[in-house]
């Protein structure tokens, strides 16, 4: 069980940097502060660097990964305002991908953009791991590695990535203690806080089993029995649709899964002959992608 995998993403595509020596993650990483004006602020060219270190050259499982296994990432951050030279306002979109197995193809797993970031960074800082103190900084880049493993994880083994799910909630948990912005606002689905506290809520066990089923049971096995992969893909579909019913409404954490995944599906359904049937559902609980899905019965 384990990948392999490179992902391009947001605003353009990013080229993967070589690997460098690494634990579990392979993260290519761009900061961008072309929107802040004046030299003061060329310090931030280093921030690139040192956030690539910060998520590749520390461990954050205990698991032992081969070279090939470590999983491929971005972040891509963009600094929107600095208020003095210190205090910053910033959109980050983070992703991650992995391998379809039989194939030379590769899925993406999970994309977010998140805009409600505010930190404090000072020239010279120093990025230091610390799971029982909250900072707006730092401890966002962290919330979003231990999400990747967590994803990662699931789409390998049935809800196998509830461990690194849990920390995420625990650095959820110390933003939450502070008020810290971004986190939590009540009525807003699509904040960080929303997001995991969806992953661990048991009403969606069934998202989190389909992670697995999708990635597992109809990506990785469509090479060597299409048909009974469609079958499984369909299972899928009508289990989220449930959900979509249950909730009525989408929620941030299928929504995630549908922006990564509505034009892959479409692809894979194209031939499938109950194509139909899939279609009426996948419009009814995702149909801002309906173009996409259409498609399918064209």
């Known amino acids: 069980m384990r990948r392999l995998s490179v992902f391009l993403f947001i605003l353009g595509a990013f080229a993967f940097a070589p690997r460098a020596d690494a634990q579990q993650l392979n993260c290519n990483v761009t900061v961008d502060y072309r929107a802040l004006t004046g030299n003061e602020f060329q310090f931030l060219g280093e921030l690139q660097e040192e956030i690539r270190r910060y998520l590749n050259d520390r461990s954050w499982s205990d698991d032992v990964f081969q070279d090939r296994e470590r999983i491929d990432c971005s972040f891509a951050i963009v600094f929107t305002f600095a208020e003095g030279l210190s205090r910053f306002q910033a959109q980050i979109v983070v992703g991650a991908s992995r391998p379809i197995y039989g194939t030379g193809e590769r899925t993406n797993v999970f994309l977010v953009q998140d805009d409600n970031w505010t930190f404090e960074y000072g020239q010279g800082r120093n990025l230091v791991f610390n799971p029982n103190s909250?900072?707006?900084?730092?401890?966002?880049?962290?919330?979003?590695?231990?999400?990747?493993?967590?994803?990662?994880?699931?789409?390998?083994?049935?809800?196998?990535?509830?461990?690194?799910?849990?920390?995420?909630?625990?650095?959820?948990?110390?933003?939450?203690?502070?008020?810290?912005?971004?986190?939590?606002?009540?009525?807003?689905?699509?904040?960080?806080?929303?997001?995991?506290?969806?992953?661990?809520?048991?009403?969606?066990?069934?998202?989190?089993?389909?992670?697995?089923?999708?990635?597992?049971?109809?990506?990785?096995?469509?090479?060597?029995?299409?048909?009974?992969?469609?079958?499984?893909?369909?299972?899928?579909?009508?289990?989220?649709?449930?959900?979509?019913?249950?909730?009525?409404?989408?929620?941030?954490?299928?929504?995630?899964?549908?922006?990564?995944?509505?034009?892959?599906?479409?692809?894979?359904?194209?031939?499938?002959?109950?194509?139909?049937?899939?279609?009426?559902?996948?419009?009814?609980?995702?149909?801002?992608?309906?173009?996409?899905?259409?498609?399918?019965?064209?």
């Open 134 to 298: 909250f900072d707006a900084f730092i401890s966002v880049i962290d919330f979003y590695a231990f999400l990747i493993l967590g994803y990662d994880y699931d789409t390998f083994d049935e809800m196998g990535g509830q461990r690194f799910f849990e920390q995420a909630r625990s650095i959820f948990e110390l933003g939450r203690g502070v008020n810290a912005e971004g986190w939590f606002l009540v009525g807003d689905e699509r904040t960080r806080g929303a997001l995991i506290t969806q992953l661990l809520d048991p009403r969606f066990e069934p998202f989190r089993r389909s992670l697995f089923q999708y990635h597992y049971g109809v990506l990785d096995h469509f090479a060597a029995d299409h048909e009974q992969a469609w079958e499984d893909a369909m299972a899928v579909i009508r289990t989220l649709n449930e959900m979509y019913q249950e909730f009525n409404t989408r929620r941030f954490a299928t929504d995630i899964f549908f922006s990564a995944k509505h034009t892959e599906i479409a692809a894979l359904l194209a031939d499938y002959p109950n194509r139909a049937d899939a279609y009426e559902l996948l419009i009814e609980m995702d149909s801002p992608h309906q173009t996409t899905y259409d498609s399918i019965v064209q």
